[in-house]
């Protein structure tokens, strides 16, 4: 699942107000990817989503695993969803970061 929704019992900061249906969302971690072609151009997908109307633009994103590292997670998302990799990107993950996982290397 990528999110857990209760409703909740809470009181106001200065304890005049009870509110009975307040709405608490829980959500998993994600991350949403930056990509950008050797021409300067950003990579977007055009979609349709739930309760937006019309066509919309949305980065390479994904949820983090659970014990996956978040650059581990955005190098499988770009992986998956463009089938690209790089490996600038990973010498400078591994640069910056330490050694990474590298099973996405091209």
């Known amino acids: 699942s990528f999110a857990r929704c209760d409703i909740h019992t809470v009181v ?3 304890g005049q107000k ?5 709405i608490f969302l829980e959500e998993v971690n994600a991350v949403n990817i930056v990509v950008q072609t050797a021409e300067g151009k950003f990579v977007v997908f055009k979609q349709y989503k739930y309760a ?3 066509e919309t633009f949305s980065p390479v994103g ?6 996956e590292h978040p ?3 955005a190098k499988r998302e ?3 969803e ?12 591994n640069t910056n970061f330490g050694n990474r996982d590298d099973r996405f290397r091209n």
Not at 62 to 67: P, Q
């Open 12 to 14: 106001s900061e200065d």
């Open 18 to 22: 009870v509110f009975n249906d307040w």
């Open 52 to 54: 937006v109307p019309g």
């Open 62 to 67: 994904g949820f983090v695993d659970d014990g």
């Open 71 to 73: 650059w581990t997670s």
């Open 78 to 80: 770009v992986l998956e």
């Open 82 to 93: 463009l089938g690209l990799g790089s490996s600038a990107t990973l010498e400078r993950v």
